[in-house]
């Protein structure tokens, strides 16, 4: 799908005063289009690589016209978006987002309604939605795969800020081994990879590929290690420990990782607690730092010695300033 497709598509559901509108917006805002902002009496945004974007009722740029989003709109835009039944999504509005054809998250804000024991279960009074555009980019992955995966499988980590390219990515990694002749697992419980539908992936994810879709991950690597014999394992956005033991306890059965995480730099990677939960494990090969520059993904690749380097040196920082008594810095540790 190229990026006029997804973008008409992810507007699809949107309701028709919206729609109309944004359908007219010029190609190249189509292209560079991340996420559609859709916020009760606000102007309609659109987030266009870091710049926001407010389209009038033309499609036209204005900075004093654009589209303001009545109550009536976002409600009708909601339940078209629940494709008419809020009921049948419930599971999925009480973790904050849809998943909608095409593999576009919808992001969804409102009042949470809660029971006696603090848990959600439903959201009501919706305010915002918050458009995430799945872009398909066949070979933004190739420098990554030439470097890496010449000789045989590596376990690799993906990282990188929100809408820095992570997902992408790794679809196309997967694509590529996969077509490749390596039988790999996509793990997509957030439903964004595969954009499957009925059973079908409308993203291309090669020939050789197995999809648990909506499965909670560890649920879903535990049957891909008993039933599927996968030489790889694709993931995105280990979360917590039970998930770094899934992956952990995959790899030492003999399968490949990919594994994606929320990070800005190599010194997120070597403080966080979650990225050094991952290293400890002793799995992984390399890490890949993604970030976004217009539409181009720029990617650098660690090995895990550069890794443990940038974590012994945070380390010692710690230590020192621990030594001059720094309570903040201890907490941290």
């Not at 066949?138 to 000789?151: E, F, M, P, Q, V």
């Not at 939960?277 to 976004?292: C, H, K, N, S, Y």
Request: charge should be negative; charged fraction near 25%.
């Amino acid at each position: 799908m190229d990026y006029k497709s997804s973008f008409d598509c992810a507007i699809s559901g949107l309701c028709d005063e919206i729609k109309n509108a944004l359908i007219r917006v010029d190609d190249d805002v189509k292209q560079s289009c991340n996420e559609i902002r859709v916020r009760i009496d606000k102007p309609i945004i659109l987030v266009c690589n870091g710049e926001n974007i407010t389209p009038d009722i033309n499609g036209k740029r204005s900075a004093t016209s654009g589209i303001i989003c009545t109550k009536n709109m976002l409600n009708d835009s909601f339940i078209r978006i629940c494709e008419y039944s809020v009921h049948a999504h419930s599971s999925e509005l009480i973790r904050g987002f849809i998943t909608v054809k095409g593999g576009h998250r919808v992001g969804i804000t409102g009042t949470a309604v809660v029971d006696d024991k603090n848990n959600i279960t439903a959201i009501r009074d919706v305010s915002s939605l918050n458009i995430r555009i799945a872009k398909e980019i066949k070979g933004c992955a190739s420098d990554i795969y030439c470097k890496l995966y010449r000789d045989s499988v590596k376990n690799i980590i993906l990282a990188g800020p929100p809408s820095s390219g992570k997902t992408t990515v790794l679809r196309d990694l997967v694509r590529k081994l996969s077509d490749d002749g390596k039988t790999v697992s996509v793990i997509d419980e957030r439903q964004e990879i595969t954009a499957m539908n009925k059973g079908i992936c409308f993203c291309d994810v090669g020939l050789n590929t197995d999809v648990y879709y909506g499965y909670p991950k560890v649920t879903a690597i535990n049957m891909a290690v008993r039933t599927m014999s996968p030489e790889v394992i694709a993931v995105d956005e280990i979360c917590d420990e039970n998930e770094v033991q899934a992956v952990a306890r995959a790899a030492n059965c003999g399968i490949g990782l990919i594994v994606t995480m929320h990070a800005n730099d190599l010194t997120d990677i070597a403080s966080k607690y979650q990225s050094l939960e991952l290293l400890r494990t002793g799995v992984f090969d390399a890490v890949v730092i993604l970030e976004r520059q217009k539409n181009i993904y720029v990617k650098t690749v660690y090995d895990i010695e550069e890794i443990n380097d940038e974590i012994y040196r945070w380390r010692t920082s710690l230590d020192e300033f621990d030594a001059c008594g720094d309570k903040n810095i201890r907490a941290l540790r």
